[in-house]
C-alpha cells in the first residue's frame, strides 16, 4: 500500500510569488491534515479535512494560504503571496475514517522563500 | 489549550545504554491521545505509537516501552540497549477528540534529538 506523498519535495520561490503543494493521503483515507515547522520552532497544525470538508483550519496563519480537497482525494495547499517567514517544511498526514487511528505522515516539502 | 513538552533537547548516550525521553502533556479534555513519532535523518516521521487517555496500560514492543502516568500528565518513552540505528528526532503530540469521533490536529512538543554513539 502506497504511503501519504507529497510534492514538490523542495521548492524554492521568490518573495511574493505563489506556490502550490500537493498532498496525497493513503486511499481510502478521509482524514487529511496539514502541519507546518518554521526552521527552529515545532510543528504546528494548519487545517484537517474530513473528505472534503473543513473541519477544523484553526491552524491556518493568515489569509495567504488556502487550503482545497475537491472530490475529498488529494488536497492542495496555495501560498499567495509568500512571505519569507513561509519558510519551512509543510508535512501532509492521513488517518481512517471515524479514529483516533494514528496519523501517517508524507516525507514533506521544504518550502525556501528568498 | 493543549501543550506538550519534551525538556530534553538532546541526549547523547553510548550504545547499548537504557535511554528515557521525557513527554508532559497538558489539556483540558477528559478524552484524549498521546502519540510518539520518530524523524530520522531522512526527514519523514515514522509513527511508534498511539495511547488513549482512557488505557493507562504501559507498553512493551521490542526494546521500546512507553510508561503512561495521567497522575503526572506523562507519556515517557525509554528505549532499551540503544543502537546507532535509533538515532534520530523523536516527537511527543497530543490530540483531542472532536465530535466526529475522530482525532483533531496534533500538539507536537518541541522534539529530543537522540544521539546514539557507537
Known amino acids: 500500500e502506497a504511503g501519504v506523498t507529497q510534492f514538490p519535495s523542495h521548492s524554492v520561490i521568490e518573495k511574493g510569488q505563489t506556490v502550490t503543494l500537493r498532498c496525497d493521503p493513503i486511499?481510502?483515507?478521509?482524514?487529511l491534515y496539514w502541519y507546518r515547522r518554521v526552521m527552529g520552532k515545532e510543528i504546528k497544525f494548519l487545517l484537517h479535512f474530513v473528505k472534503e470538508s473543513k473541519q477544523d483550519e484553526s491552524g491556518m496563519p493568515n489569509n495567504r494560504f488556502l487550503a482545497e480537497r475537491t472530490g475529498g482525494t488529494y488536497s492542495t495547499l496555495k501560498v499567495q503571496p509568500a512571505e519569507l517567514e513561509d519558510s519551512g517544511v509543510y508535512f501532509c498526514?492521513?488517518?481512517?475514517?471515524?479514529?483516533?487511528?494514528?496519523?501517517?505522515f508524507g516525507p514533506g516539502t521544504r518550502l525556501t522563500v528568498t | 489549550a493543549q501543550k506538550v513538552t519534551q525538556a530534553q533537547t538532546e541526549i547523547s548516550v553510548v550504545e547499548k545504554e537504557d535511554v528515557t525521553l521525557d513527554c508532559v502533556y497538558e489539556t483540558r479534555d477528559t478524552t484524549y491521545y498521546l502519540f510518539w513519532y520518530k524523524q530520522p535523518p531522512s526527514g519523514e516521521l515514522v509513527f511508534l505509537i498511539r495511547?488513549?487517555?482512557?488505557?493507562?496500560q504501559n507498553e512493551i514492543s521490542g526494546r521500546y516501552s512507553w510508561n503512561f502516568q495521567k497522575s503526572t500528565s506523562s507519556f515517557n518513552f525509554t528505549i532499551t540497549a540503544s543502537q546507532v540505528v535509533d538515532s534520530a528526532v523523536y516527537f511527543c503530540?497530543?490530540?483531542?477528540?472532536?465530535?466526529?469521533?475522530?482525532?483533531?490536529?496534533?500538539?507536537f512538543g518541541k522534539g529530543t534529538h537522540l544521539i546514539i554513539q557507537p
Open positions: 495511547r488513549n487517555s482512557f488505557d493507562e
Open positions: 498526514a492521513s488517518s481512517q475514517e471515524g479514529g483516533p487511528y494514528e496519523q501517517y
Open positions: 503530540a497530543l490530540s483531542e477528540a472532536w465530535s466526529g469521533g475522530g482525532a483533531d490536529g496534533l500538539t
Open positions: 486511499s481510502g483515507h478521509d482524514n
